[in-house]
């Protein structure tokens, strides 16, 4: 996890010919730059507090489930919308990963999170991509809130097969759907069927963005 640097001996000011030395605006500073980092990528965290399974997964075929119905599986749910670059970028590594591993009990959920007003346009982006993941839609972030407060797209989030939070990331960048895999595979691997080996995957993409209220 990134920390952001506490002790900074100063900050050097330009202000015209001068150079003015400020200690304390180098701390702030620092700080301000960390927590900004912070906000942009969550790292995973393994073991932490277990998900409310009652919370509505409504699907985009007008199926309604709750998180207790995916219990026993290891489920991503990936946030997302539709104007959202990085999403566009992440989203063909995962239903590569939901197609290598379903059999083994993966289940990969993207959760829309755009307001109503663009709902008519998720499914034909659904279609347009071919996408074989449930994708669900969620324009009130009742699902999102204990994962992705803010709504910043793309958030991925995995549950281990008890419903407990194993990992919660915040953007895209090259090489997350590989660490995606391995989080992935280990959690298949608990239940005591073997998991194929991660494969190396290559895109590209960065940072988040956040959903229109």
Known sequence: MYSPPLAVDSCVLHDGPRVVHSPRLARAVALLVGFAFLLMSRPGQVGAEEADLHLPVNLLDGQKRTLKDYQGKVVVLAFWTVDCTNC????????????????????????????????????????????????????????????????????????????????????????????????VVDLLGRSGTPAAKPAEAVSAGAGGEVAEP
């Open 88 to 183: 566009k970028a992440e989203m063909p590594h995962l239903d590569r990963l939901y197609k290598k591993y379903r059999n083994q009990g993966l289940e990969v959920i993207a959760v829309n999170l755009d307001p109503p007003r663009n709902a008519s346009r998720v499914k034909p982006t659904v279609r347009r991509y071919r996408y074989t993941f449930a994708v669900a839609l969620d324009p009130e972030g009742e699902l999102a809130a204990p994962f992705d407060p803010t709504r910043a797209t793309p958030c991925t989030v995995v549950l281990d097969r008890t419903g407990k939070t194993a990992y919660n990331h915040l953007g895209y960048r090259p090489g997350d759907e590989q660490a995606l895999e391995k989080v």
